[in-house]
């Protein structure tokens, strides 16, 4: 037996004039329930699943509809309980304020204006005109959710919550202790999906949780996306394994016995860098032929705490020794960078020209592979271990070829070789395991 038609699909199919005969049809005060009747617009997976759940874990790509899932959700728990006393967790109350109170999928946006709450920022608190409440958290500070009681709760990017220090279990620890006001106590949580031990933990323990998973794509809310992003979101990760987490909502598994994981790389993950880095490198491996697959060119800079920071990933596909010569000089004047080494085992003094006749001043440094691929790679893994590397921003490609270098020697991941983590290994060994590793003051 088919399933029923969404609401959305009604609509759908009807046509231009029928569709017309039907709002017409409307009164005023029809028409503003219409507008503001989500189910009106809404794909399935937006919709709260009809079982009994205490946790509905909304795991999908970027663009889903995850955070208008989750404000329409808290929308029709005040609506219809005054009672509801609901906590609002975000990485940060930073983000819980811009996203999912303020911003254009928010609480606020999605109200209709006669029932829109009052959002007072000092006391991180929205009230409804009917009495139903909802208090703002920090999932960084987990000792904020020890005390208060809530009936539901609305955790938002669960797997963006900091791990240091357990950060992340202890504030949604705290949140279940806290759930315990009203009869029907439920958790809504929006996540992409990464590595992370607290969605690890969710979806191993799913069935003694009373978890429902409601996965989905991108590409489900394409209707309501514009094309221009659909079209980068696909340029940048269409051809990767990480497109598979970001676009297409799967959660990544590791590959045994690899040097690194998508778990390591999300700790070591930090956009908001506040230690400018003093020196940068650029590390190149050039494609071995003219027909090579890529060139890797990896951008890391070290600031003044030690601390190495991976900035950008310049590398480019089937390029022409002329091409990635010039990409690679581009990188360098982008950068300001203060060393460029490049790779010299197929062809040194070739690989010396190109980039000299792309830029005659870069400053160049050729190395040569002495060692195997993991050998090298091994203790720049061993930083990442000790936290003494950090991703700034998401670079699809590259993470999926260093989870592809495996701790024997062989490589496993996407693609002939790793270019691109090759070129990282060369800028953080040249960084962070030579002979002068300390950052100096660079003259902008």
């Not at 990760?237 to 959660?251: I, K, P, R, T, Y």
């Not at 953080?428 to 902008?444: A, Q, V, Y």
């Amino acid at each position: 037996m088919s399933r029923p038609l969404s609401r959305p699909e009604v609509w759908a199919r009807l046509e231009d004039e029928e569709l017309a005969e039907h709002v017409d049809g409307m009164s005023e005060g029809e028409l503003g329930e219409f507008a503001h009747d989500f189910r009106n617009h809404a794909h399935d997976g937006q919709l709260p699943p009809p079982d009994d759940w205490y946790i509905w874990l909304v795991m999908a790509g970027r663009g889903f509809g995850k955070t208008r899932a989750g404000s329409e959700w808290v929308r029709s728990i005040a609506d219809r309980d005054p009672q509801a006393r609901i906590a609002l967790v975000a990485a940060s109350l930073g983000e819980a304020r811009a996203v999912m109170v303020e911003g254009e999928s928010g609480i606020i946006a999605c109200c209709a204006p006669d029932k829109r709450p009052t959002f007072e920022p000092s006391l991180r608190r929205i009230s409804w005109p009917n009495g139903a409440m909802a208090t703002l958290y920090s999932a960084a500070e987990p000792e904020a959710l020890r005390g208060p009681q809530h009936s539901h709760a609305w955790c938002d990017e669960v797997a963006k919550w900091s791990n240091g220090h357990e950060r992340a279990t202890r504030s949604w620890d705290n949140l279940l202790l806290g759930l315990r006001l009203g009869r029907d106590q439920r958790i809504m949580a929006t996540t992409t999906p990464r590595a992370v031990p607290l969605l690890r933990r969710l979806l191993d323990e799913k069935r003694t949780q009373g978890l429902v998973l409601t996965s989905g794509t991108t590409r489900d809310n394409a209707a309501n996306l514009p094309t221009k992003f659909l079209a980068a979101m696909d340029a940048e990760f269409g051809n990767s394994a990480l497109g598979l987490q970001e676009l297409d909502g799967m959660l990544l598994d590791d590959i045994e016995g690899a040097l690194w994981s998508r778990a390591l790389l999300e700790r070591c993950r930090n956009d908001a860098l506040g230690d400018p880095p003093l020196r940068i490198v650029i590390g190149v491996d050039p494609p071995a032929t003219s027909r090579g697959d890529e060139c890797g060119i990896v951008v890391c800079g070290l600031g003044a705490g030690g601390t190495a920071q991976v900035l950008a990933d310049c590398s480019v596909e089937k390029p022409s020794p002329e091409r990635w010569a010039r990409a690679v000089a581009q990188a360098a004047l982008v950068w300001n960078a203060d060393r460029i080494v490049a790779e010299a085992n197929q062809g040194g003094d070739m690989v010396a020209s190109v980039l000299r006749a792309a830029d005659l001043a870069l400053p160049l440094k050729l190395v040569h592979a002495s060692r195997g691929k993991s050998a090298r790679a091994e203790p720049v893994a061993a930083l990442y271990e000790s936290g003494r590397v950090v991703h700034a921003g998401m670079f699809a490609r590259l993470e999926d070829q260093l989870c592809g270098i495996m701790a024997g020697g062989t490589y496993e991941g996407p693609g002939n070789s790793p270019d691109r983590a090759d070129a990282l290994v060369w800028a953080l060994s040249e960084l962070m395991l030579g002979k002068n590793t300390r950052p100096r003051i660079r003259n902008i």
